[in-house]
Each structure stands twice: as structure tokens, then as C-alpha cells.
């Protein structure tokens, strides 16, 4: 690799560094190529998701996908994470619809509704994590069309984990992510939510929801004898950890209003410990 590459990599690597650290910590466990590799499709999200999220800039976001239209079409711009995501693209050989979806994803963000439905909470899901997933998989395993279900699970897995520990936060930006029917179904108010109600109701809700999440965990983990070998455990370490989420929200009683759940380091290191055996022992589903 060249020094202007590895620069161009050096600083990808500084923005996953910077934003994720549980995944930084996961994925910085396979070897380098293959882990630069996920810092370059993880910079290209985050600078998609920024204008999204953070910038609400319609017009950048469509300049940003008219940039990646130029990409697709072979030219690569003048910039350490286009360069980065080239080489990494080429090098795996990863098809770029799911990128295309993931941006499709952003600009759902940008004309927000509450979902009415499941079945449109989980396309959202997809659209902004499901999708990448499927960017990624190439990198971490040689028979990635056979896993391809099971990276979307896990994408949309870890999207309904963010939903559930940032139902406070999305509130105050206006965003409500629990379906319209799923809050009719429990019977929990528009006024319990703007009041930051934690209730029996509202546990049972935010339990309806975390029970999908860790049905998709499970099913996309029955997967991981199928990646590769050096990528099961920082594959199962992402999920673990993201998953072990939902434990600390319970653990803050249910208050995801006035509490960003954090997974202690303690619990950390046990998670490490448990999928280093686990994977040493791998066989077929290891939770």
C-alpha cells in the first residue's frame, strides 16, 4: 500500500475512532486490510449521516449523492475517504446498490414521520442499516451471498437498539421511531410521551420492540460459521456489545429519556472474554 493510501486510510480510521468506539474497538480485531476496509465504508456513512442528522442540509446531501453517482461511474474525487472507499470497493469487489440505499435511508431522515407501522419502522431500518450491512459482508467473509439475510438482521437489529435507547434524544429533535400502531396497541399517550412517561405501559412497548432487536440478533448470528474466520469475533463482539444496550437501558429502569445507556467497562470485558471463547468453540449458533 502506498504512504499517500495509508494516509487516506489514517484518516478514516480517525473518524470511526472518533464517533464509534465500540465498533472502532470491534472491528480494529481483524487484520489491518480488512479492518481499514470498514473504517473507509464507515467514514462514507458517517459524512452521509452527518447531513442527515446533524446538518438537515437537503441540497449538500443531494450534492453528496451526486458525488457518488461521479464514483460509480469511475471518478474518484480529490478526497482521503473517496480514495479510501476505491480502493476498498475494488479490493473486495463490493457492489454499490447498498451504498445507494443507505442514502436513500438519509434522505427518509430528512422528511421524517413517525412510521405508521412495524413493517415500516423495520424498511426504515434497513434502508439505514440494514443496507450496511450488506456494504460491509464482502470484507468479512468469502461466501457473503449466502449471508446476506443474516447482515441485514443484524443492521436492522442494531438500528432498533439505537431507537430504544434514544427515544429521549430523538424526541427533542421531533422524531418519534416507535410505529403509530404499536403505540395505539399498548395504549400509551401522545401526552405520556411528551411528559417522558415511564410507565408499566410504556416498558411494555419499549419491551415489544427490544424483543424484536434480540430476535434479529439470534438470527443473524446463526450465521457466523459462515464468515471468516478472523472476522467471527469482531462480528460477534459488535453484536454482543451493541445488543448488551438494551440490558443497560433496563438497568436505567426504562429511562431513556433523561439517561444515555452505556454498557460499562466491566461488562465489556466480560462480553470479550465470553465471545473469545465462544468463538474458539464455534459450533453453529454460539448464543
Keep these: 500500500m502506498s504512504t499517500s493510501l495509508e494516509r487516506d486510510y489514517a484518516f478514516c480510521e480517525d473518524v470511526i475512532r472518533k464517533n464509534s468506539k465500540s465498533f472502532y474497538r470491534a472491528f480494529s480485531a481483524l487484520p489491518r486490510q480488512k479492518a481499514l476496509s470498514i473504517f473507509a465504508i464507515y467514514a462514507f456513512c458517517r459524512r452521509a ?3 442527515a442528522d446533524i446538518q438537515r442540509d437537503r441540497r449538500r446531501l443531494e450534492t453528496f449523492q451526486e458525488t457518488f453517482e461521479s464514483f460509480k461511474a469511475g471518478i474518484t474525487p480529490d478526497d482521503p ?12 469487489n463490493i457492489g454499490l446498490a447498498p451504498f445507494d440505499d443507505m442514502l436513500t435511508g438519509q434522505r427518509m431522515d430528512l422528511s421524517f414521520e413517525q412510521p405508521a407501522t412495524q413493517t415500516a419502522l423495520e424498511d426504515y431500518c434497513y434502508y439505514v442499516a440494514g443496507s450496511v450491512g450488506l456494504m460491509i459482508l464482502p ?11 443474516n447482515a441485514v438482521d443484524l443492521g436492522k437489529a442494531m438500528q432498533l437498539t439505537n431507537i430504544l435507547r434514544d427515544v429521549g434524544e430523538d424526541l427533542v429533535n421531533r422524531r418519534i421511531y416507535i410505529p403509530r400502531e404499536i403505540q395505539l396497541l399498548y395504549g400509551y399517550s401522545d401526552d405520556e410521551l411528551r411528559r417522558q412517561t415511564v410507565n408499566y405501559t410504556f416498558k411494555q412497548l419499549w419491551e415489544y420492540e427490544a424483543r ?4 434479529l440478533y439470534k438470527k443473524a448470528l446463526m450465521g457466523l460459521p459462515l464468515f471468516d ?11 454482543v456489545l451493541y445488543r448488551q444496550i438494551l440490558t443497560a437501558v433496563r438497568d436505567n429502569h426504562y429511562d431513556c429519556f433523561s439517561k444515555r445507556a452505556v454498557v460499562p467497562k466491566a461488562r465489556q470485558l466480560l ?4 465471545s473469545s471463547e465462544a468463538v474458539r468453540n464455534l459450533r453453529g449458533n454460539p448464543l
Excluded: G
Excluded at 139 to 149: D, G, I
Excluded at 271 to 274: D, G, I, M, N, V
Design 271 to 274: 462480553l470479550y472474554r465470553q
Design 81 to 92: 475517504m473517496w480514495r479510501a472507499l476505491r480502493h476498498t470497493v475494488e479490493h473486495y
Design 139 to 149: 470484507v468479512l467473509s468469502k461466501h457473503h451471498r449466502l449471508l446476506e439475510q
Design 229 to 239: 474466520a478472523d472476522s467471527r469475533l469482531p462480528v460477534l463482539l459488535a453484536a
Design 49 to 51: 449521516d452527518d447531513l
Design 212 to 215: 424484536r432487536s434480540e430476535f
